[in-house]
């Protein structure tokens, strides 16, 4: 297992990576700049370094330390290691997510869960009630690992509304999850999708709600309509689309962070999808090589302790 696991978290750094060179272009301007964008360059609006990687990774690298941190309440560690990594000025922080932080600097310095809620709701109201964006849904992995069940629904859904209030944020995030655990299992791709929105529909509290989420993304799928926008639906079909048409890793990344927009994220969570279902051993080493030692020791680090959470999970030990 720790072949898919460290597959998931190398593949979302390696889409994030790859993806941020085209983030916020167009598929047109893509194509007369790069033809086809295949390998990590750097560059983009950022200005990145080949190899270097974004919010993406690093939120969900923040979601896998606070998860070890306590498992069993790990709200308030994921928003200390999100407020850590907030503090060393990264180059770009989304909108929602910064609203966020922001109302929650008014709330004191020891954060529970009950207080990253109400500040979510808060900045959903400053916002306008426009927090269905793809923050949550681009950190999301790890619990996919760590968690089960309707315990990974959960925990899913709790860590989402840490920044991201609209319970849509929430949903396509349990929903990746789910999918992803089904990939784990060895389910084949659109088995493991479709168990993954039956499990949905069984665990979800407001089942209207969740089955509005299933419709639209399943109607962008079979329509084969990839929007890369940073909606939430958009941003977990559009990768979907590219991991049903791909037939290896590459193709799958190649052709999410090809549609452009908001490409980062796109290649994250194809990344994810890509690494967990083909596994570490068939990503291939032109990207890995791109990263540096810090970032690999990183993902190898979160991937040997998740690996040994799922174990433990998987064998009823809720308590590693």
């Known amino acids: 297992m720790l072949d898919k696991i460290k597959g998931g978290l190398y593949g979302v750094a390696i889409g994030d990576a790859l993806g941020a060179t085209v983030e916020f272009m167009g598929q047109a301007d893509i194509q007369r700049k790069y033809g086809v964008l295949k ?11 080949a190899g270097e990687w974004t919010d993406d990774t690093e939120m969900t690298l923040a979601v896998a330390e606070g998860i070890r941190a306590d498992a069993n309440n790990p709200i308030p560690h994921i928003g200390e290691a999100f407020l850590r990594w907030r503090d060393t000025n990264p180059p770009d922080i989304g909108s929602t997510i910064l609203t966020t932080f922001r109302v929650i600097d008014n709330y004191g310095k020891r954060l529970d869960a009950d207080d990253w809620l109400s500040g979510s709701m808060e900045a959903n109201q400053l916002l306008g009630g426009r927090t269905a964006g793809n923050g949550a849904l681009m950190r999301t992995l790890p619990v996919a690992f760590a968690y089960q069940g309707e315990e990974l629904f959960e925990n899913a859904m709790a860590i989402a509304a840490m920044t991201h209030f609209d319970s849509e944020a929430g949903l396509t995030c349990a929903a990746y999850c789910l999918a992803l655990r089904e990939y784990m299992n060895g389910y084949f791709k659109v088995k493991g999708l479709n168990r993954a929105w039956e499990n949905l529909q069984h665990y979800a509290k407001r089942e209207a709600e969740a089955l509005q989420v299933q419709v639209k993304v399943v109607n962008m799928i079979e329509s ?15 990768p979907v689309n590219a991991f049903m048409d791909g037939d290896d890793f590459d193709e799958v990344i190649i052709q999410a962070v090809n549609l452009g927009g908001d490409a980062d994220t796109i290649g994250a969570i194809a990344g994810g999808l890509a690494g967990v279902y083909y596994g570490y051993n068939n990503i291939p080493k032109r990207h890995i090589k791109k990263l540096s030692p810090a970032q690999k020791k990183r993902l190898d680090e979160a ?3 998740l690996a040994e959470r799922n174990n433990a999970i998987t064998k009823g030990d809720n308590n590693v």
């Open 39 to 49: 390998d990590i360059i750097g560059g983009g609006w950022l200005n990145l370094k």
């Open 224 to 238: 084969r309509i990839s929007k890369p926008t940073g909606y939430t639906v958009d941003s977990l079909a559009c």
């Open 303 to 305: 991937a040997a302790w």
